[in-house]
């Protein structure tokens, strides 16, 4: 495992599992929301997040977390490992309403810009787009798992799994 791509909801853990895998295995990080964010919840055009990406996934060795749905498929091609977190929906929002308490008013560490946490109208569609998450992405994540045959796919689906997965590290 040396170019590991995690995917799953959008608060069920990610950057948490990578953050620690990382450190266990040597490997870069490289979190997703770093090339796209910039200063107040503005976004890289897509030509710029496309060439930040490509740049990292020429790197020898790392770790990316994050969903940015549309790259996945090309991250896919890059990766020799891919651990899917399919947590539940439930677990997903409550991680993501932690990580806005815990980070209130201010900008977490993996993200591009000064993205200050805040509880707005966007926030709660945010939280609606976590909770039908499942229903809009999860046979699409399993589609684009099944179609990759080289790669080492490894599903978690809870904290506990999670834990487990870590230990054999």
Same mark, same amino acid.
């Given at each position: ?5 995690i !995917?799953?909801?959008?608060?069920? +853990? ?12 040597e ?5 997703? @929301? ?13 030509d710029e997040? @496309? ?11 790392? !770790? ?13 091609? $890059?990766? @020799?490992?891919?651990? &899917?977190?399919?947590?539940s929906r439930?677990?997903?929002? &409550?991680?993501? !309403? ?13 993200? +591009?810009? &000064? ?14 787009? !976590?909770?039908?998450? @499942?229903?809009?992405?999860r046979?699409?994540? $399993? ?10 796919k ?15 590290f």
């Open positions: 495992m040396e170019r590991i791509l !995917i799953g909801g959008n608060g069920c +853990g990610k950057t948490t599992l990578a953050q620690k895998l990382a450190l266990k295995l490997l870069q990080l490289i979190h997703l @929301d770093v090339l796209y964010w910039r200063d107040n919840w503005k976004n890289a055009s897509k997040f @496309d060439e930040l990406l490509m740049k990292e996934l020429s790197k020898p060795k790392w !770790i990316i977390d994050g969903n940015m749905n549309r790259s996945i498929p090309l991250r896919l091609k $890059y990766c @020799d490992t891919v651990i &899917y977190m399919d947590f439930t677990m997903c929002v &409550y991680g993501a !309403i932690k990580r806005v308490v815990k980070n209130y008013g201010k900008s977490r560490f993996d993200m +591009g810009g &000064y993205c200050p946490e805040k509880f707005n109208k966007q926030k709660i569609e945010f939280i609606k787009a !976590i909770w039908n998450h @499942d229903k809009t992405n046979k699409r994540f $399993y589609d684009m798992l099944n179609n990759e045959s080289a790669v080492n490894i599903v978690l689906k809870n904290r506990r799994q999670v834990n487990k997965f870590l230990r054999r």
